[in-house]
């Protein structure tokens, strides 16, 4: 019996009916078959996902360096999205507010009369204290619970102190998971924002970087990278990102998507509204980058931009090839297993197998099935209540502001070359016999790591330790562990080293699982149902 036969024939009917759709074996068959994503945890079973208010204040808005973001609610979603997710961002004007937690913390009489007085004090005191020109108000559970209109006490603060603020309906409970709360983010970003500024080009070739959030100094690496070879980085989606840069991102010729999961839906609109095409860039991964920065280059059909790019690839290959080889050495038939967010279990595969490293399992917390099977499948998702919760805005074609940068000829040219807005998802590119699981919970762990037994498995801080007890070297792929940047020539270098460090620890080898020294309580999953 293969792997996810065993996981599975352990649950009861009723769950071993959910679950099979989420865990696959990638053969020549299955690779071809749809996979169930985004779709509700099955309750009681203990996820690593998180929630709405994490994918929208946490992982798009928080990153935004000059924007004050408010969390209307208790004080533990505040404090515990305050600089866990390692986003790093340079104060400007000397302004950088990501280093302050700011929340109206809500007490059991605001539940019971109402919080919007207490939000009305908490932006005044904002407003004396750090004068911001533009305040995201973000609610969690309890504040749509009781009702309070955070849209209309924005709207009432733009007036009062002649200053932007927008109100994010965010409750971690809208949507089934973080992705929720990005499409929520993504929609007011859109309509307020992008667009609003204007910008002198300085260079010839113009981009954005979409789904960057500078975590562990992740787009750092990328600018720098992206300056060497002479292009203009107008604004970065949102690591160590601004209101200003955003506002002026219309004026970009082309979009990067680094992350599709949490950002591809303003990729679409700015092509929509301003005409700007986008292509999906990984820079995570030598051969990777390559590709982005070729493919790049293809984009823009300059002899002189490509020879560039060929110039600057040589120059960072060359500067790294020694320590590539020490650790290609090290690694080289060593197996991981990668359980993350919506985009890195993919892009992480590429930068393993640089060296020499297979991947046995991969899988998402809350990807959705184009992120797993390509674009393709979009328009034969089912949307179900859950996703149907979330807005869908639609935008029209600026009528002074769109302009494309490719004739209709040359786009349908480069299509057939370049991923040119399209992703083609994580499964085609795996291997055969290789598992892929959609919200991995922690009975699936601890099986998975019995039967695969990989020699390290990246995942986050909330199954980090039950992996680490299990006598595996778990990494953590979202804050890197306190380490980074993982992106880009050297990055891949910093993540090769990481990783021997960890493998290479005898500690892991002294660790006694313990369902290897003490009897296992034998029961069944959820229900008793058979
Ligand atoms: Fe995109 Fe991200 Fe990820 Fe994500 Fe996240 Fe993250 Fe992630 Mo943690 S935006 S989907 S919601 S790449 S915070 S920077 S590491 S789960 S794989
Ligand atoms: C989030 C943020 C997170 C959590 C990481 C983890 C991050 O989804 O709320 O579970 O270890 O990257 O910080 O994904």
Not at 104 to 126: C, M, N, S, W, Y
Not at 237 to 258: C, E, I, P, R, W
Not at 420 to 445: A, H, W
Not at 498 to 519: F, H, R
Request: charged share 25%; glycine share 10%; net charge negative.
């Amino acid at each position: 019996m293969n792997a996810r036969n065993i996981v599975l024939d352990q649950y009861s009917a009723k769950i071993y009916k959910n679950r099979k759709e989420h865990i696959m074996e990638v053969t020549e068959e299955t690779k071809t078959q749809p996979i169930a994503a985004n779709t509700r945890t099955v309750p009681g079973i203990i996820t690593n996902r998180g929630c709405c208010y994490a994918g929208c204040k946490g992982v798009v808005l928080g990153p935004l360096k000059d924007v004050l973001v408010l969390t209307h609610g208790p004080i533990g979603c505040g404090f515990y999205s305050w600089g866990t997710r390692r986003n790093k961002a340079k104060a400007e004007d000397g302004r950088n507010f990501i280093e302050y937690c700011f929340s109206t913390d809500l007490q059991e009489p605001d539940i019971v009369f109402g919080g919007e007085k207490k939000l009305r004090q908490a932006i005044d005191e904002a407003m004396k204290i750090f004068n911001p020109k533009c305040i995201m108000i973000c609610s969690t559970c309890p504040v749509g619970l009781i009702g309070d209109d955070i849209h209309a006490v924005a709207a009432e603060a733009e007036k009062e102190y002649g200053i932007s603020c927008m109100a994010f309906s965010c409750e971690g409970y809208k949507g089934v998971s973080q992705s929720g709360g990005h499409h929520i983010a993504n929609n007011t970003v859109m309509r307020r924002i992008i667009g609003t500024g204007d910008v002198q080009p300085t260079k010839k070739f113009r981009i954005n970087i979409l789904g960057e959030y500078n975590i562990g100094g992740d787009g750092w690496e990328q600018e720098r990278i992206l300056k060497r070879i002479g292009y203009e980085v107008v604004a970065v989606f949102t690591g160590d990102g601004s209101y200003d840069a955003l506002s002026k991102s219309h004026t970009a010729q082309l979009n990067l998507v680094q992350c599709h999961r949490s950002i591809n839906y303003i990729a679409e609109m700015m092509k929509t509204k301003y005409g700007i095409d986008w292509i999906k860039v990984n820079f995570v991964g030598l051969e990777a980058i390559i590709r982005s920065l070729r493919d790049m280059a293809m984009y823009f059909g300059d002899p002189e931009l490509s020879a560039r790019t060929e110039e600057v690839i040589a120059d960072e290959m060359a500067g790294i090839a020694e320590a590539k080889d020490y650790y290609f050495s090290k690694l080289k038939g060593k197996t991981a297993a990668l359980f993350v967010g919506g985009s890195r279990a993919h892009h992480y595969q590429k930068l393993l197998a640089d060296f020499g490293v297979k991947t046995v399992l991969a899988g998402y917390e809350f990807a959705h099935r184009d992120d797993y099977e390509g674009r393709e499948v979009i328009p034969t998702i089912k949307e179900d209540a859950d996703s149907k919760n979330i807005e869908h805005i639609e935008v029209e074609k600026d009528p002074d502001k769109y302009q494309a940068f490719l004739t209709a000829e040359q786009y349908e040219l480069l299509k057939s070359k370049i991923q040119l807005e399209d992703y083609y998802g994580m499964i085609p590119e795996m291997e055969n016999g290789s598992i892929v699981v959609d919200d991995l919970n922690q009975f699936e762990t601890d099986e998975f790591i019995k039967l695969l037994k990989p020699d390290i498995f990246f995942s986050g801080v909330k199954d980090k330790y039950q992996i680490q007890k299990a006598g595996v070297v778990s990494k953590q792929l979202h804050s890197y562990d306190y380490s980074g940047p993982y992106a880009g020539f050297t990055g891949a270098i910093n993540f090769a080293r990481d990783v021997t460090m960890g493998i290479y620890t005898p500690a892991w080898g002294l660790v006694t699982a313990p369902w290897k020294n003490k009897s296992v309580l034998k029961a069944k999953l959820a229900g008793g149902e058979q």
